[in-house]
């Protein structure tokens, strides 16, 4: 079955960089599009990042273009989320999903990493 | 910046209806806009319903469904059960970027 599991959440201070990961199985990962998606503490659902299936193209928030860079490595089946400059209202679950044929089709999600920025 | 506007919070009883939409900040939104709808339930991930406006998922109970009102994406549940109780997101893509709706809360009482 599909599986996302997170990891490289943390704690750390603003201005600093964390890169989180995202390990896949269960389907062949370089076949669909990926995603990272964010939660605030308390807060909504918030679109981060996505990188279509062979690397080409990516797309970002407004809210972290910039400071956030999505990457994949095909060899791992690994979704990473590199993120600069990091600021407290970054705080959150960051969870990667599995885009589905079609666009908007997240049909798997992790359950997510957390990230603290805070000093 | 585009900002998705949906319901903050709907009440319904257990076997009723009710009719959740969203709003973009620009416009009327229409199938190109590929809208799905996403639960999450208190410390579960969230999960896909509905995607490219009306289509299900095998995991989606068939009370759930899709449509296009008024130029408003639009998630109706229809006799409704407890376990329906959760927070709802709609989902839209901008070509290349995506934006969440702001969310529901939808209580069951």
């Known amino acids: 079955q599909v599986l996302l599991v997170e990891s490289g959440g943390g704690v750390v201070q603003p201005g600093t960089s964390l890169r989180l990961s995202c390990a896949a199985s269960?389907?062949?990962?370089?076949?669909?599009?990926m995603h990272w998606v964010r939660q605030a503490p308390g807060k909504g659902l918030e679109w981060v990042a996505v990188?279509?299936?062979?690397?080409?193209?990516?797309y970002y928030a407004d809210s972290v273009k910039g400071r956030v860079t999505i990457s994949r490595d095909s060899s791992k089946n690994t979704l990473y989320l590199q993120m600069n400059s990091l600021r407290p209202d970054d705080t959150a679950v960051y969870s990667c999903?599995?885009?589905?044929?079609?666009?908007?089709?997240?049909?798997?999600w992790g359950h997510g990493t957390l990230v603290t920025v805070s000093s | 910046q585009t900002v998705v506007t949906q319901e903050p919070s709907l009440t319904v009883s257990p076997g009723g209806t009710v009719t959740l939409t969203c709003a973009s900040s620009?416009?009327?939104?229409?199938?190109?806009?590929?809208p799905s709808w996403v639960q999450q339930k208190p410390g579960q991930a969230p999960r896909t319903l509905i995607f490219?406006?009306?289509n299900k998922h095998s995991w989606t109970p068939a009370r759930f469904s899709g449509s296009l009102l008024g130029g408003k994406p639009a998630l109706t549940l229809s006799g409704v059960q407890p376990e329906d109780e959760a927070e709802y997101f709609c989902?839209?893509?901008?070509?290349?970027?995506?934006?969440f709706g702001t969310g529901t809360k939808v209580t069951v009482l």
């Open positions: 990188m279509s299936s062979d690397g080409s193209k990516e």
């Open positions: 490219g406006t009306s």
């Open positions: 269960g389907f062949t990962f370089n076949s669909y599009a």
């Open positions: 999903a599995k885009q589905g044929a079609v666009y908007g089709d997240f049909d798997h």
């Open positions: 989902l839209l893509y901008y070509g290349g970027s995506y934006v």
């Open positions: 620009t416009g009327a939104v229409t199938s190109g806009y590929y």
